[in-house]
């Protein structure tokens, strides 16, 4: 990485590590021994199982958070290196600069409120985290990507990127937004060999996600297990959270050269809950 990027010792790092780039392409086993990456909201749930499956393909990954500690513990797992990163000051990622071949785009937040309660500044807050820093990071990533011929940009969307679901009203329309910005990214893309795609998970087994099936089992007086099933999986075919790891292999196979064909496409896991 370069131009206003910093590591997580406060230094400027000149790039995401310290991989020479490839005019190779991927091992023909689909790995990426000569590929970076940087993953945002990387130091738990999601983010840490991309950034782990991506650095087990032999990717070199940087994992972004404002998270210092918890990502430096990912980035140490994984031999990668950490970047503090505060993603809701956007104006700080306007001059930013990239050299990374990947880009997973997965910080995120949730506030649930009718609408008519909800608070303008929450809802900026998360159209900022989650639709315009995306856009700021895959503007900073794709000069190096096109003058590489090759870049994967993979956003984390949701199934509520194409469904919606009442309180929901920010985190939706955000989600819809990243759906669009992708399609758009794949189009101005494909001719400099660089992909865009979705990824949209239904509910998600991460730390947030089981501390509010506490609060709801709490709130409501029932088991976690039948908040699962008679509130949050009711659309659901199959009755169960998404595990990250899951996410993540999904994630791992688009930053693959099997993907190469890939690109302004949404990939749903979602349980089967958009089949109805």
Known sequence: MSGRQ?????????????????????????GLAVRTALVTGGASGIGAACARELAAAGAYVTVADRDSEGA??????????????????????????????ILVNNAGIQSVRPIEEFVPDDFRRIHRLMLEAPFLLIRAALPA?????????????????????????????????????????ALEGGKHGVTSNCVNPGYVRTPLMENQIADQAQAHNISEDEVLSSIMLTESAIKRLVEPEEVASLVGWLASDHAGMVTGSSYVMDGGWSAR
Do not use: Q
């Open 6 to 30: 910093m590591n997580d010792d406060g230094g400027l790092a000149g790039r995401a590590g310290a991989r020479p780039a490839s005019s190779t392409g991927l091992g023909a086993d689909g």
């Open 72 to 101: 430096a513990v990912v980035a140490k797992e994984i031999e990668g290196e950490s970047w503090t990163v505060d993603l809701l000051d956007t104006a700080a990622l306007e001059d930013l600069e990239l050299d990374v071949d």
């Open 145 to 185: 990507m096109y003058r590489k011929g090759f870049g994967r940009i993979i956003n984390l969307s949701s199934v509520h990127g194409i469904r919606a679901s009442p309180f929901k009203s920010a985190y939706v329309s955000a989600k819809h937004g990243l759906e669009g910005l992708s399609k758009v990214t």
